[in-house]
């Protein structure tokens, strides 16, 4: 059984550009939520998707957009990128049925914006 | 003011021996969940213990319990019998609000070193 997949693992950009990542979720799971953690400190929420919709978002402008699709998997998209966006990027994965108790990470795509 | 607060940046516990890491939360939100992660030096979040506010007894999953006071809003995982392995940051967190509108809230996280 497949955990969680994140893609790609590392990727360097230029400011000004756009990024596009990907996360499938662990198999049966129907919930995708979004992290940022930039170097030394904890990952802060950026937003929830649960049946194809952005359910909750944190304090993160509208130049981090998502989309989640019908096999449940998702994308953070990430537009005119600042240096300050560098950070790891955890896709995490939970079942809503079970109120989302147990929340599967994947390895995360560490962004390097220079 | 600080959602979940994590007070101790570095802990070190001897091998063998069992260790404390603080949590307290902040929420007026009665429905809500507590969550303690370990993230190793790779960088993968791997999920401890979870706590739901309306459970009546404290959580346990193997080495891991989660001392839950609620009224003291404090959620402090205990490891018992340390490895070496167990030498990571540690993170509290909390999910507040029901179903499938929810938002989770990390702390600063604790690195813990377990000594041989």
């Known amino acids: 059984d497949a955990g969680v997949t994140q893609s790609p693992t590392h990727l360097i950009k230029t400011r000004g550009q756009q990024v596009t990542l990907r996360c499938s979720p662990k198999s049966g799971h129907d919930t995708v939520s979004w992290y940022q953690q930039a170097l030394g400190q904890g990952p802060q929420f950026i937003f929830q998707y649960y049946e194809e919709e952005e359910r909750q978002r944190g304090n993160f402008p509208d130049r981090f957009s998502g989309h989640q699709f019908p096999n449940y998997s998702s994308e953070l998209n990430v537009n005119a990128l600042l240096l300050g966006d560098s950070a790891l990027y955890l896709c995490a994965s939970s079942l809503s049925r079970d109120g989302n108790t147990e929340a599967f990470f994947g390895q995360g795509t560490r962004l390097t914006v220079v | 003011a600080q959602k979940i607060t994590q007070t101790q940046p570095g802990m070190f516990v001897q091998e063998k021996e069992a260790v404390t890491l603080d949590c307290t939360y902040d929420t007026s939100d009665p429905s809500y969940g507590l969550f303690w992660y370990k993230q190793p030096s790779s960088g993968e979040m791997i999920f401890l213990i979870y706590?739901?506010?309306?459970?009546?007894q404290n959580a346990t999953e193997g080495r891991y319990s989660l001392n839950f006071q609620k009224a003291r809003k404090s959620a402090n995982l205990v490891i018992s019998a340390s490895q070496l392995g167990d030498s990571a940051m540690y993170f509290c967190?909390?999910?507040?609000?029901?179903?499938?509108?929810?938002?989770?809230?990390f702390g600063t996280g604790t690195k813990l070193q377990v000594i041989p």
């Open positions: 706590q739901g506010s309306y459970d009546q």
């Open positions: 967190a909390m999910r507040e609000g029901p179903g499938g509108y929810q938002k989770v809230t």
